[in-house]
C-alpha cells in the first residue's frame, strides 16, 4: 500500500516510444512519476531515434495496440489517458473504438488528452497524412483536451476547410475557438512557437475582459524588490499559451527560454495535465501546473547528446533520505538514527556502570550519585517536552508531549522511592549540587528546545527515552540467557531494571518511537536537516554516556 494509504492515480499514455527517453512514453512516464501517479503505456510505435532526430519507425499492428489497450483497461481502473504519435489512421481507429466500447456508458470516460503529434522537433513526420481526419472524425469528440502546437493547429484546421496562418495572440484565440468546434471540451494551443510580447499581452487583456491571464512565471504587483534585482522581462519574447474552454479563455504566460532542450516538451505538457486531471483537478489549474513544471523543466535541463537535448523531468523530485514505514520496517528513521551513531549507541546501552549494576555489583555510591543526577536532570527533562508542547501546534502532539510530562513525574516518583531505600529523602535530593554533566546536558536540551525547531528538540528527547527503554530490554533478555551474566535475584537493584523493561516504561517509548516516525513522514528532512538531525542525536548518546561515565569516575 502506498504512503498514508493513498493508492496513486493510474495514468495510460498511449504512444510511441523514444529509445533516446526524452519523449514519447518515456517522457510521458516520468511525468506521471513526478507528480505521484502510476504510469502505463500502449506503444503505438518503436523509433530510431536521439536528440538529432528520428531514423526509423516501426510500427506496431493495429491488432496488437488494441490487444495492449484492452489488457490494460480490462484489469485496471484508468484515472486519465493522454495520446501522442499513433502512427497511422488503423491505430488511431482501433483506439478510438476500444475506448468507445471500453467506456460505452454515458460519463464513464475518465478524462482524455489528445496530443496531436503529427511532426518531430526536427521535422520527422509522426502521424499519416490520412490519420489527421481519423483523430478529428473520432478522437477530439471523446477528448477532454486537445494539446495542438502551431503547426499542427493549422493542419487540423485545414483538414476542416479553415486556412490559417497563426502569428498573433488574437490568431491563437480565434484558432482555439475553432479548433473547439471538433468537438473537445477544452482546446490548449501551445505558444512554443510564436513570438510575443508582454505588450500583445496587455493590449488583448485589456481588450478583451472574458480573458484571464495567468502569469505566474512573471514577476507581479507588489514585487519590487524582486523587480529591481531581476532582469526586465517587460521587452523580452514571451511563450503564451491559450486554453479555450465552452465560457472562458485563459491565457498562461511564461518567458521564452533560449535552450536547445525542448525535446519531448509537448510530450511532457500533456502527460502533466492527463495526471492532475487524474487526481481531480480543473483543467484550468492542471494546465497552470503543467506549464509551469515544462517551463522549470527547460531551464534547468542538464545536457544530453548532440542536438535538441530532453528537459529535466526531475526537477520537481526531492530524493527520500528517509523511506516511509512499511510492515517490515515499521521504523525506519529510529533504524537510522541508530545506526548513524552506533558505536557511541552500544558504549552508551552497554556501559560498564549498566553491567556492574545487571550483576549486582555497582558500588552503591556509584549508583546513589547517578540517581540523585538523574533526579535533578529529569527536571530539565520535564522542561524541555514544556517546550515541545509549547512548539506543538495540533491537539495530538501537545497530548503526546504532555503524556510525556507526566510520564517523566511518574519516573520521578520511582527515584524518590529507590533512594527512601537507600535512605535518601526528597529533601536531600534537592540540595544535591549538580555535575558538570548534568548541567551539560541540562542546557544542551534547553538549548535545542530555544532554537525554534521542533524536530531537533524531539531528536535530543529521543535518546535519552529509548536508551533507557534499550537498556532494560537488552538486560530482561540477557537475563534469559543460560548460565546469564546477569544476575536478578538478589540483586539491590532489580526494580531499576524491571521498571525500564517494564510495560509502563516501554509504553512511553512506544509513543516516543510513533513521534520520530510521525515527523520524518510529514516533514521529510534533506540532507543538511538529517545530518542536523543524526548529529543532534549522536550528541546526546555522548551526553547520556557521559551521565555514567562521572557516576563510574568516583571509584
Not at 488583448?204 to 526586465?232: C, F
Not at 533504524?335 to 552508551?348: E, F, G, H, N, V
Not at 534547553?446 to 527503554?469: P, R, T, V, W
Request: proline share 5%; hydrophobic share 40%; glycine share 6%.
Amino acid at each position: 500500500m502506498a504512503e498514508n494509504n493513498i493508492i496513486p492515480p493510474a495514468i495510460l499514455t498511449i504512444a510511441g516510444s523514444d529509445s533516446s527517453g526524452g519523449a514519447g512514453i518515456q517522457a510521458d512516464l516520468k511525468s506521471f512519476t513526478a507528480f505521484g501517479c502510476y504510469g502505463m503505456s500502449v506503444i503505438t510505435a518503436l523509433t530510431a531515434q536521439n536528440t538529432t532526430g528520428v531514423q526509423g519507425v516501426h510500427p506496431s499492428p493495429p491488432e496488437f495496440v488494441e490487444q495492449q489497450l484492452r489488457s490494460i483497461l480490462d484489469d485496471i481502473p484508468v484515472h486519465a489517458i493522454k495520446t501522442g504519435m499513433l502512427f497511422d489512421a488503423e491505430n488511431t481507429r482501433a483506439i478510438a473504438r476500444t475506448l468507445k466500447a471500453h467506456y460505452s456508458e454515458a460519463g464513464s470516460m475518465p478524462p482524455l488528452v489528445v496530443d496531436p503529434v503529427c511532426v518531430s522537433t526536427s521535422g520527422h513526420t509522426l502521424l499519416a497524412p490520412e490519420a489527421v481526419q481519423v483523430v478529428i472524425d473520432e478522437l477530439c469528440p471523446l477528448a477532454t483536451l486537445i494539446t495542438p502546437n502551431k503547426a499542427e493547429a493549422e493542419l487540423l484546421l485545414s483538414q476542416k476547410g479553415t486556412t490559417v496562418h497563426i502569428t498573433s495572440l488574437e490568431d491563437m484565440i480565434s484558432s482555439a475557438e475553432g479548433l473547439l468546434a471538433l468537438g473537445s471540451k477544452a482546446v490548449l494551443l501551445k505558444g512554443g512557437h510564436v513570438e510575443l510580447t508582454l505588450s500583445d499581452v496587455e493590449k488583448l487583456a485589456a481588450a478583451r475582459r472574458d480573458v484571464t491571464v495567468v502569469r505566474e512565471e512573471l514577476l507581479l504587483d507588489n514585487m519590487e524588490i524582486l523587480q529591481i534585482h531581476e532582469k526586465d522581462l517587460s521587452t523580452r519574447p514571451l511563450v503564451v499559451d491559450v486554453l479555450r474552454e465552452a465560457n472562458q479563455t485563459t491565457l498562461f504566460v511564461s518567458p521564452r527560454i533560449d535552450s536547445s532542450s525542448t525535446h519531448g516538451t509537448g510530450c511532457t505538457l500533456s502527460a502533466v495535465i492527463a495526471s492532475l486531471l487524474g487526481k481531480g483537478n480543473t483543467v484550468v489549474e492542471a494546465t497552470r501546473q503543467a506549464t509551469s513544471f515544462t517551463h522549470v523543466g527547460i531551464e534547468t535541463a542538464f545536457p544530453v547528446g548532440h542536438g535538441h537535448g530532453p528537459l529535466n523531468h526531475l526537477h520537481a523530485l526531492t530524493q527520500r533520505i528517509i523511506p516511509p514505514p512499511t510492515a517490515s520496517n515499521p521504523h525506519p528513521m529510529t533504524r537510522i538514527l541508530i545506526q548513524s551513531a552506533a558505536k557511541t549507541w552500544k558504549a552508551y546501552v552497554e556501559h560498564d556502570f549498566v553491567k556492574q549494576l545487571a550483576r549486582g555489583t555497582l558500588p552503591k555510591e556509584c549508583f546513589l550519585h547517578f540517581i540523585k543526577q538523574d533526579y535533578l536532570y529529569l527536571k530539565y527533562y520535564a522542561r524541555a517536552y514544556g517546550l515541545l508542547v509549547a512548539k506543538s501546534s495540533t491537539y495530538s502532539s501537545i497530548q503526546s508531549a504532555t503524556q510525556t510530562i507526566i510520564n517523566v513525574i511518574n519516573e520521578v516518583s520511582t527515584h524518590k522511592a529507590f533512594c527512601a531505600q537507600w535512605g535518601i529523602s526528597e529533601a536531600d535530593l534537592i540540595s544535591t549540587p549538580e555535575s558538570p554533566s548534568t548541567t551539560a546536558y541540562g542546557a544542551y536540551l534547553i538549548d535545542m528546545g530555544l532554537q525554534g525547531d521542533s524536530a531537533k528538540l524531539i531528536m535530543a528527547l529521543a535518546a535519552c527515552l529509548l536508551g533507557y527503554g534499550e537498556v532494560g530490554l537488552w538486560l530482561k533478555k540477557e537475563a534469559t540467557k543460560p548460565s546469564s551474566w546477569v544476575k536478578l535475584e538478589g540483586n539491590a537493584y532489580l526494580r531499576w531494571i524491571e521498571d525500564y523493561s517494564g510495560e509502563q516504561y516501554q509504553n512511553a517509548v512506544k509513543l516516543g518511537l510513533e513521534t520520530i516516525e510521525a515527523l520524518a513522514v510529514a516533514d521529510p528532512p534533506s540532507a543538511l536537516r538529517f545530518k542536523e538531525w543524526c548529529d543532534v542525536w549522536e550528541k546526546c548518546t555522548q551526553l547520556e554516556k557521559g551521565f555514567w561515565d562521572a557516576s563510574m569516575q568516583l571509584l
